[in-house]
Nanobody, 120 residues
Framework: QVQLVESGGGLVQAGDSLRLSCAAS????????MGWFRQAPGKEREFVAV?????DYADSVKGRFTISRDNAKNTVYLQMNSLKPEDTAVYYC????????????????WGKGTLVTVSS
């Protein structure tokens, strides 16, 4: 059974940093596209960052967030710096069973999310 479990969320102040982790189990995702997505209250889930052979970021987080992975641990990370109140959301980890990112609706596996709250 494939599981993705996020951790590292919490309440921080604007300008602070957080590192989210997503531990995968049940299969290896070393060759898969893995990403982070977020959903703020009253809004649709949106793309944040993805990593496969390269990394891509939403414009709103470029220069502040960094996605990385440790294939030996089957884990993907999201380092978030210079956090803003508008970054407040539930952050989800997801994986595509293939190697390329095809879009949010094509992600095959999802975690349950971790809440990040940024106060002003």
């Amino acid at each position: 059974q494939v599981q993705l479990v996020e951790s590292g969320g919490g309440l921080v102040q604007a300008g602070d940093s957080l590192r989210l982790s997503c531990a995968a189990s049940g299969r290896s995702f070393s060759s898969s596209a893995m990403g982070w997505f977020r959903q703020a209250p009253g809004k649709e889930r949106e793309f944040v960052a993805v990593i496969n052979r390269r990394t891509d970021y939403a414009d709103s987080v470029k220069g502040r967030f960094t996605i990385s992975r440790d294939n030996a641990k089957n884990t993907v990370y999201l380092q978030m710096n210079s956090l803003k109140p508008e970054d407040t959301a539930v952050y989800y980890c997801a994986a595509d069973s293939g190697g390329s990112y095809r879009g949010i609706t094509d992600m095959d596996y999802w975690g349950k999310g971790t809440l990040v709250t940024v106060s002003s």
